[in-house]
């Protein structure tokens, strides 16, 4: 009996996957009903967060409110000024010449008045420009602006000194417009210099109007320039009278009182004319992007836009030196065309040599872009989906471009089939203009398949900074953060260390391409026109037509080859 008491009692050892399971059937058993849960009523937002959202959206209406007034004045002016236009192009008697430059004067007044105020008033305020937007108004842009803008003032000084030479037969007004015109191209040009990459926070509304009068003013201006041929038909209807006269024949034609002085006048007119278009479309670009950054907010974070890597040549030899080449010869082509050019008559061989200049550089170009687009479809790097106004407005504006020598290589391959294609100098043409084509479409592909690969450069930052933002406060020293940093960066050498001769060739390629560009860029941009010195195509849709089609395209690939520059250094930078 004391045995039996003072035996010690034996406990059973449970394991804690048995204790869960009673514990779970336990709850089973007592509770059978509560299978549901019932609904969490939904939070309410504080007064302080409705307040900020509702400001949010009305801030957001009221930035679509204010992009539509502007934009619909914008639209309102150019067709004023395109219906002033076409009048005096269709109905020279009832609206003329020196209408539209009134109305034109008028446009460029109120224009110069608010670039003014915005350089004084605007941008002086407080909290004006709080944000300056890093891809907007790069060097290339800002250096083509001042070039292409010293040129339009020089022609317009050109323009002064031959009314002045005609002043005996000429209104003293005239004079009054390229004055106007001179001192409204300063203004702009050293006004989008220093500030077209702000971001303006105040006057948001008056900033944005007044940005959408000047691009349109700039866009009639282009029209004009494009369509208005006075100068050359008066410049060519004297040097018709000038050979009438010398032939013994009275003529009534307005002469010059000094025909060295006027010739000198004459040239350079005729050589500065198509940077004229140039400069205004690089302004409705600049003015543009200048638009959709009023009122944009950008990142704070310093590493938000990290700085590119300088340009180096990286030991790339064959793109260099192919483009070197092209380069050289263009040249060479481009002096034997000029020379020739100046004399009264330019022989066919040298059109014969320049348009077997194309065609050989052409197909060259074109098959180095087929491979670049090959070796990017080959590469690893992420596609860049952050939005970017400017990259968006570098595709528009590439593809926009393209669309002016692509419609004057159609109107002549039209030309050419259907009047003379069997001599040798259409035949250049024509594969001239295919090329052309082509070529186009294939850098066009080859530079936007570039843009939109993220740069090596930036993953890099841009993921590392992201690892410190979300590992820092668990990590309790610096030299865990080293060491995170020094794995991170011997898994990017180990994950490129494969790409290193696609980056080679992609360099080589963007280089080739690059002195190619500069070279077709040169050869119209200072010289004469080969497309209206031929004449198949002007005596085939006659003077003014083929006119309009040349200086509207013309400009717009000059524009293209400069804009192709631009896309191709940055691809370069980018590999």
């Known amino acids: 009996m004391a045995s039996q008491t003072s035996a010690p009692a034996q406990v059973t050892p449970v394991s804690s996957s048995e204790t869960t399971e009673a514990a779970s059937t336990y709850d089973q058993a007592d509770v059978p009903t509560n299978h549901t849960e019932l609904p969490c009523p939904p939070k309410q937002k504080s007064w302080l967060a409705r307040h900020f959202s509702l400001l949010l959206r009305r801030d957001r209406q009221a930035q679509k409110a204010g992009q539509l007034f502007s934009g619909l004045l914008a639209l309102n002016v150019v067709f004023l000024g395109g219906a002033f236009i076409c009048s005096m192009i269709f109905n020279n008697v009832a609206v003329t010449l020196g209408d539209v430059w009134i109305l034109l004067a008028a446009l460029k007044v109120l224009s110069l008045s608010w670039l ?57 007004m005239e004079l009054i417009f390229p004055i106007i015109e001179i001192i409204f191209m300063s203004v702009q040009t050293w006004v989008l210099w220093r500030r077209c990459k702000d971001c303006v926070q105040v006057q948001t509304n008056l900033t944005r109007c007044g940005l959408m009068l000047t691009l349109a003013t700039n866009l009639l201006l282009w029209v004009l320039a494009v369509t208005n041929d006075s ?34 006048f004459q040239k350079g007119y005729l050589m500065l004319y198509p940077f004229s278009t140039e400069y205004c479309l690089i ?17 704070a974070h310093p590493v938000a836009h ?150 090596l450069w930036e993953p890099v930052l841009s993921d590392e900074m992201e690892k410190q933002d979300a590992e820092l406060p668990r990590r309790g020293s610096l030299r865990e953060l080293g060491q995170g940093l020094r794995r991170a960066s011997r898994a990017y050498i180990h994950s490129y ?16 391409l690059i002195l190619c560009n500069i070279t077709l860029w040169m050869m119209p941009a200072f010289g004469i026109h080969p497309e209206f010195e031929n004449g198949l195509e002007k005596d085939f849709y006659g003077y003014r037509t083929w006119f309009t089609i040349v200086n509207f395209g013309l400009p717009l690939g000059v524009f293209y080859r400069m804009h192709s520059v631009g896309g191709l250094v940055e691809v370069y930078l980018g590999v």
């Open 283 to 299: 302004c409705c670009a600049v003015l543009f992007v200048m638009w959709k950054n009023v009122g944009r907010h950008l990142a």
């Open 306 to 455: 990290p700085s590119r890597p300088p340009f180096r040549l990286h030991g790339v030899i064959f793109g260099p030196l192919l483009g070197l080449l092209a380069l050289v010869a263009g040249v060479c082509v481009f002096v034997l065309f000029q020379i020739e050019a100046s004399g009264p008559e330019i022989g066919r061989q040298y059109f014969t040599l320049y348009y077997a200049y194309y065609v050989v550089v052409l197909p060259t170009m074109s098959l180095a872009c087929l491979a670049g687009t090959a070796i990017h479809g080959l590469e690893e790097r992420e596609l860049d989906t952050l939005k970017n106004p400017t990259r968006s407005l570098d595709v528009v504006l590439l593809m926009g471009a393209a669309l002016g020598q692509m419609g004057i290589a159609y109107f002549s391959i039209v030309a050419i089939v259907a009047t003379r294609p069997r001599e040798l100098l259409n035949q250049l043409i024509l594969a001239y203009s295919l090329l052309l084509i082509l070529q186009h479409i294939t850098q066009n592909l080859f530079i936007i398949e570039g843009l939109h690969r993220r740069p």
């Open 231 to 264: 100068m050359h038909r008066e410049i060519e209807a004297e040097l018709d009278a000038l050979m009438e006269k010398f032939s013994g024949n009275e003529t009534n034609t307005c002469m010059c009182l000094n025909a060295t002085v006027c010739e000198v």
């Open 116 to 172: 003014l105020y915005y350089v004084v008033g605007t941008t002086r305020k407080p909290h004006a420009v709080l944000y300056r937007d890093p891809h907007a108004g790069p060097i290339w842009v800002k250096g083509s602006l001042v070039l292409f803008g010293s040129c339009t003032i020089c022609l317009n000084a050109f323009r002064m000194g031959y009314d002045v030479s005609h002043i005996h037969c000429k209104s003293e």
């Open 497 to 512: 260390s494969h790409l290193n001769w696609k980056r080679r060739v992609l360099k080589e390629i963007s280089l080739f």
